[in-house]
């Protein structure tokens, strides 16, 4: 060995580097959960709670039966279309003025829809709550991710937010029963405003302001390609599923061969096309391209966006058939959802514990397969079928599989995201989500619509009274039967991207960068 690289000795003391500065956890970490956690159920709920109070509304306002869409899909159009656009202002304004402008215009909108006068006050005010909503749903998420650094820790929070994300949609189906039947439709609406005022006087004081540093600056030509893109996109998909009668009485949907559809479709892909290639472009990009290039974080995003297209078939179907078929009011119906809301949130804590165990792969392909077979237990309604031995027992082993689900996927969308990717990150994954649930919608209606009608001419023709009741819940409870299979497939196409894509392993979910307070 050479000279050089002998160690030196002395007797003088060495000064060894001091170690590292470890930050210790926000000590109000639970209570910022908490914020987020009702902040994050508000919006869940306000994208099912007026399912159930639409028809008193529409009778309310003299909404036209091709305009009741509206009611849900104005909000869908602005949340969806503006969520990347609301994660990269949350992370530049600061993630907890974004929330805090979100509750605050997320109240008020609900306000102006609580005391609409009319049909269009009661479209603008839904397509404001998505305005401010696509502001508030990535400011969450990124605060779970810059708040909680140790793995177990976040494994929990990310558990009560996985169990939010999966069971806040029947909670609001309950929710809007209760309120619509002992009250009014408004209240589905007005409740909003205390929840969200009182919230946003919490968070003034709890949350913690956390940003992006380095280069704030806005790509606005990626901004107005992705927000002309995904609202072309959601709207069309929308459109399609509208429904329509002919001059002999049948329903059936618009269709993909609209010149309306087609026209949005060209839009949208036009728009995302030039919205990728500006993005590999641009110095600061809304949405960076690694964001979804990384196999953990793009196999997420595809998971979420195929189980919200599937999961749409139960929620959707089912409640048809609770108030349709088995002639449920509004309150049972929204009650009978309830196992399913339960079920995932008493499973959400064992999930959390096991997620920083087994890592999130193990917990996902199991979870998926299960959802599949619920999903499938579904095609064993009938319209006389048994609520507590036929559709119980599907729910539950459904939203068994979805908890294992949205838990480990929420933790691994947001695997290597530093701080200042945080809130796009979060965005992308609610983008995905939305973007699953219009295409479900879309293509779950005319798949169940078109077997209805085939099924019906398959009755009528072997002598059945097409107006017969009987006649008619037999040939609803076909079409929701192909609504499930085609709900079950792309469950299953979510676990085969699970077993392709998602590599990360236990070790990987407390990532550097997502744990470092920005």
Not at 338 to 345: A, D, E, H, N, Q
Not at 415 to 439: K, R
């Amino acid at each position: 060995m050479s000279e050089s690289v002998l160690p030196v000795t002395s007797d003088e003391p060495v000064a060894l580097p001091a170690p590292a500065a470890v930050e210790p956890p926000d000590p109000r970490r639970w209570a910022i959960l908490g914020v987020i956690a009702v902040t994050q159920l508000m919006l869940v709920l306000d994208s099912s709670i007026m399912t159930i109070a639409l028809p008193s509304a529409a009778e309310d306002l003299n909404i036209a039966d091709n305009d009741r869409a509206w009611v849900i899909t104005a909000y869908t159009l602005a949340f969806g279309g503006l969520l990347l656009l609301g994660g990269r202002v949350a992370d530049y304004l600061g993630r907890k003025r974004a929330m805090l402008i979100g509750l605050l215009g997320f109240a008020a909108a609900s306000a102006l829809g609580g005391v609409a006068a009319n049909a269009g006050m009661l479209f603008g005010a839904r397509a404001l709550q998505g305005v401010f909503g696509a502001l508030m749903a990535p400011a969450a998420l990124a605060l779970i991710t810059v708040t909680f650094t140790e793995p177990h820790e976040r494994a929990k929070a990310f558990g009560v937010f996985g169990a939010i994300a999966g069971g806040g949609a029947a909670i609001g189906l309950i929710a809007g029963g209760v309120l619509t039947e002992y009250l009014d439709w408004r209240w589905c609406l007005l409740v909003n405003l205390p929840i969200a005022l009182i919230t946003a006087a919490f968070g003034v004081r709890i949350l913690r302001e956390s940003r992006a540093h380095g280069n704030t600056r806005f790509d606005i030509p990626g901004a107005v390609l992705s927000v002309i893109g995904l609202v072309s996109l959601v709207y069309a998909f929308t459109e399609t599923a509208k429904l329509t009668v002919d001059d002999q009485g049948h329903t059936t949907t618009v269709g993909w061969t609209d010149p309306v559809v087609v026209a949005l479709l060209v839009v949208a892909v036009l728009s995302l096309v030039a919205f990728v290639v500006v993005e590999t472009r641009v110095p600061n990009p809304l949405l960076p391209m690694r964001l979804i290039l990384d196999r953990n974080r793009g196999g997420s995003y595809l998971v979420f966006l195929l189980v919200g297209a599937g999961l749409f078939a139960m929620f959707m179907f089912m409640g048809f058939y609770f108030q349709q078929v088995l002639h449920y009011e509004p309150l049972k119906a929204g009650f009978a959802f309830l196992p399913f809301s339960v079920t995932l949130i008493l499973m959400a804590g064992v999930v959390a514990r096991l997620l920083p165990v087994t890592g999130p792969r193990p917990l996902m392909i199991v979870g998926l397969s299960l959802a599949a077979v619920g999903m499938l237990m579904l095609t064993r309604t009938t319209p006389t079928s048994s609520y507590w031995t036929v559709v119980l027992p599907a729910l539950v082993v459904l939203s068994l599989g979805m908890c294992m689900v949205f838990i480990p996927a929420s933790s691994t969308a947001l695997i290597g995201v530093g701080g200042h990717d945080a809130g796009i990150a979060s965005a992308v994954l609610n983008t995905a989500q939305q973007v699953g649930g219009s295409l479900g919608v879309a293509l779950l209606s005319t798949f169940a619509i078109t077997a209805t009608t085939n099924k019906l001419t398959d009755l009528v023709a072997g002598g059945a009274d097409a107006a017969d009741a009987a006649t008619q819940a037999t040939a609803q409870v076909a079409g929701y039967h192909v609504a499930y299979l085609a709900g079950a497939g792309l469950l299953v196409l979510a676990l085969v991207a699970t077993i392709a894509l998602i590599q990360a392993r236990r070790s990987d979910l407390p990532t550097e960068g997502a744990a470092a307070i920005a």
